[in-house]
């Protein structure tokens, strides 16, 4: 599963540790296969079971990275070329 993945699941996640990781619990019938199965850290793998998160994987076990797209910078104001009187 290193050699598939070769990044945590969680996006942006810098963490060195990482877990095997049910992406669809253990405990509510999800199969103990690669294709259920994702490196997370310690932390990401608690918080996804915290009410709002979630996680999902591709159907053959590949969770590809998520590109991080940041916003467009705000336009700076040209600065006002008139003497100050």
């Known amino acids: ?44 793998h608690r918080i996804k079971h915290l009410p709002g998160w979630s996680a999902t994987q591709d159907p053959d076990g590949i969770d590809p990275p998520t590109e991080r797209v940041l916003p467009p910078r705000p336009a700076i104001p040209a600065p006002d070329e008139s003497p100050p009187f």
Not at 9 to 14: D, E, K, Q, S
Not at 35 to 42: F, T
């Open 1 to 44: 599963m290193k050699a598939r993945d070769q990044h945590r699941a969680h996006p942006g996640c810098r963490a060195t540790r990482t877990e095997h990781d049910h992406t669809t619990a253990h405990t509510t019938g999800g199969p103990t296969l690669t294709k259920n199965l994702a490196l997370r850290c310690p932390k990401h």
